[in-house]
């Protein structure tokens, strides 16, 4: 399951809410395909870059952070990947994982 699908959110490529606010990086990133067993991003979603105009729930850097440490589907994602979560993200170059 995806971030979309698990928050039906609705943006994905087709999804409800995209002639709102368009689609989301998430559901398109492939560079990100298949980390954490997911579609492009959809179970690596907190480490892509979403901007307040084209996501509603995307706020500033370590605001997003301490959101996602604190969403179901991070929680979800982490206990089903177990040891091979991955949750790498960069500020200001310096990496954290948790």
């Known amino acids: 399951m995806n971030c979309w699908e698990f928050?039906?959110?609705?943006?994905?490529p087709d999804g409800k809410n995209t002639g709102k606010f368009g689609v989301c990086r998430?559901?398109?990133d492939s560079k990100f395909n298949g980390i954490n067993n997911g579609t492009n991003a959809g179970r690596y979603c907190w480490k892509v870059k979403v901007s307040e105009d084209n996501h509603p729930s995307a706020t500033k850097t370590l605001s997003k952070i301490?959101?996602?440490?604190?969403?179901?589907?991070f929680k979800?994602?982490?206990?089903e990947e177990k040891h091979n979560f991955s949750f790498l993200i960069q500020i200001d170059k310096s990496s954290v994982e948790l």
Request: aromatic share 4%; hydrophobic share 45%.
């Open 7 to 12: 928050k039906c959110c609705g943006l994905e």
């Open 26 to 28: 998430v559901a398109v």
């Open 66 to 73: 301490m959101s996602c440490i604190d969403c179901d589907f």
């Open 76 to 79: 979800k994602v982490k206990i």
